[in-house]
């Protein structure tokens, strides 16, 4: 018999609970698109929540601040200059303020959102990327290189673009041969896994142009399939079973022969979309059409997917944004949040890890993927390669103030001329002066703030001391009062142990004195 049968596996991740979030904190009366397009329809980073709407005559999408709750007025600006309906929006990892958006009119167009939302309706897109002939539905920015942007359409082809230039960098049409599903880029930014029609799945290299990895059949059901590659490298597929069984699967992308680990859930028939999170290396999976997400953690032991819980609700969900690490309330232990679409509504859903204590927990929270990238577009062209630079969540995250200069190009590099005439000088000069007086106050009002902040800190770590002190002195005369309520009963042990002793001598001798009387005869 095994002893390992009851023994439990240890994770921190193990009493993950999902809540969802009250009713006045929600966005009511949200318009979300009727497009039948299998894509999560949201997205979400510290700053604003971006959501595909309903709009007549063309495709929009709402942009509101992460903090906005309650009804939406039908007059709230959106974002709505392309002509046919929008398919997919991510935001740009490096600036906040910077979204994608893929739409059915053939083009990607990028918008650059001012800070506190938009107060009139955006039709002029900062950059406008034409270079497929078909509906775009993916849209995928490059995690560690600025201004790459990956797009996919209908027309099977894969377009790699450099944003800041506004050029078509690489263009991939003979690595699929029918409708791509999925794409996801790994940790470094150096390789892609797609999914496509064909039931495939391959690992592409974007700048050689090569497939370099082909598994066939890796879900063998009609249904669409989704990929993602992993932080350590694997790739965790979705898909269907011939028996249109809704799969999960991981594979190793030295070697696409077997997967790893095969999970059956159900046969539902929603598209299972995977999230994952590269800190916690925990997946969420979240059907379309499903009143329920399921998480799981992936480790490097057998059976390597864990299933930890799920969430369930009575409304089914159109799609779902999940929200960037930076954006989460480490106060709360929140290790993810969802914002879940209903037909009419977007609802948060925080998953918390419980902990008793107030102070920052750094084992749920490792230093994250930040705002500033590892390479400029013209590195990662040359193929240089480099991992995300990481940021602490200690003390929570600010976002900081939009990056005005994030999509003109690379100014830094261009080469500087000395035929500027005297009045262009002049009025660069008087700029500079402006900037620096602007600057010297956003200093002042941020040493202000900093300063108020540094007070409310230390008032809180003072009140948090003094209970972690109180608590102390109660365990230490708990401890002491166990201590001699111990010495007494050991006394007592003792006494009767002693009593039993003397019981015994005399036992003995009684029974010694029968047997051999003629010792115990007074002669």
């Known amino acids: 018999m095994s002893f390992r049968r009851g023994v439990v596996r240890q994770s921190k991740f193990r009493h993950v609970f999902a809540q969802a979030w009250k009713a006045e904190h929600c966005l009511d009366d949200v318009r979300v698109t009727r497009v039948t397009w299998e894509g999560p329809l949201c997205a979400a980073n510290p700053k604003f929540i971006a959501v595909i709407v309903e709009a007549g005559g063309g495709g929009a999408f709402l942009v509101l601040p992460l903090t906005k709750s309650g009804r939406v007025d039908q007059s709230t600006p959106t974002v709505c200059g392309h002509a046919a309906p929008v398919?997919?929006?991510?935001?740009?990892?490096h600036d906040d303020n910077v979204i994608a958006s893929a739409s059915e009119d053939c083009t990607v167009k990028i918008w650059q959102i001012p800070d506190g939302g938009l107060t009139a309706p955006m039709t002029e897109a900062a950059v406008n990327l034409e270079g497929h002939s078909k509906r775009v539905g993916i849209v995928a920015w490059h995690p560690t290189a600025l201004n790459i942007l990956l797009t996919a359409g209908c027309d099977n082809v894969l377009c790699v673009w450099d944003v800041g230039t506004g050029e078509l960098v690489y263009q991939l049409s003979d690595a699929h041969p029918d409708l791509i599903y999925s794409v996801s880029w790994n940790r470094e930014g150096s390789v892609i896994c797609t999914t496509c029609k064909d039931k495939a799945l391959?690992?592409?290299?974007?700048?050689?142009?090569?497939?370099?990895?082909?598994?066939?059949?890796?879900?063998?059901?009609?249904?669409?399939?989704?990929?993602?590659?992993?932080?350590?490298?694997?790739?965790?597929?979705?898909?269907?079973?011939?028996?249109?069984?809704?799969?999960?699967?991981?594979?190793?992308?030295?070697?696409?022969?077997?997967?790893?680990?095969?999970?059956?859930?159900?046969?539902?028939?929603?598209?299972?979309?995977?999230?994952?999170?590269?800190?916690?290396?925990?997946?969420?999976?979240?059907?379309?059409?499903d009143c329920t997400i399921r998480y799981f953690e992936v480790t490097d032991e057998s059976p390597y997917v864990h299933f930890l819980s799920l969430y369930s609700s009575k409304e089914p969900q159109r799609g779902a944004g999940f929200l960037s690490k930076r954006g989460v309330d480490v106060n709360k232990c929140e290790i993810a949040r969802f914002y879940k679409l209903h037909e009419r509504k977007v609802e948060p859903i925080s998953m918390t890890v419980p902990r008793k204590s107030d102070l920052f927990q750094g084992d749920l929270y490792p230093d994250t993927a930040g705002l500033e990238p590892s390479l400029l577009a013209e590195d990662w062209i040359a193929g240089q390669d480099a991992p995300p630079l990481l940021v602490s969540l200690s003390g929570g995250y600010t976002a900081p103030p939009s990056k005005s200069n994030t999509l003109?190009?690379?100014?830094?590099?261009?080469?500087?001329?000395?035929?500027?005439?005297?009045?262009?000088?002049?009025?660069?000069?008087?700029?500079?002066?402006?900037?620096?007086?602007?600057?010297?106050?956003?200093?002042?009002?941020?040493?202000?703030?900093?300063?108020e902040g540094g007070m409310e800190r230390v008032r809180k770590e003072d009140d948090q001391l003094s209970d972690i002190l109180t608590e102390i002195r109660a365990?230490?005369?708990?401890?002491?009062?166990?201590?001699?309520?111990?010495?007494?009963?050991?006394?007592?042990?003792?006494?009767?142990?002693?009593?039993?002793?003397?019981?015994?001598?005399?036992?003995?001798?009684?029974i010694y004195e029968t047997e051999v009387p003629e010792l115990f005869q007074v002669k």
């Open 87 to 93: 398919l997919d929006i991510q935001w740009c990892p």
């Open 408 to 451: 003109r190009g690379r100014p830094k590099l261009l080469p500087q001329t000395n035929s500027t005439t005297a009045s262009t000088a002049s009025s660069a000069s008087s700029a500079a002066a402006s900037r620096e007086m602007e600057s010297e106050a956003m200093e002042q009002v941020q040493v202000g703030r900093e300063t």
């Open 475 to 510: 365990l230490r005369a708990l401890v002491l009062a166990q201590g001699h309520r111990i010495d007494v009963l050991e006394r007592q042990v003792a006494r009767i142990e002693d009593g039993d002793f003397k019981k015994k001598q005399v036992t003995h001798l009684i």
């Open 202 to 289: 391959r690992v592409i290299d974007p700048r050689r142009g090569t497939v370099l990895k082909v598994r066939e059949k890796a879900h063998e059901g009609t249904r669409p399939m989704r990929a993602v590659f992993l932080a350590d490298g694997k790739i965790l597929t979705t898909g269907f079973s011939r028996m249109s069984e809704r799969q999960l699967a991981l594979w190793d992308t030295k070697d696409l022969s077997e997967p790893m680990a095969v999970q059956e859930m159900d046969t539902s028939n929603g598209v299972l979309l995977p999230f994952y999170d590269p800190d916690t290396n925990m997946v969420y999976l979240c059907g379309k059409g």
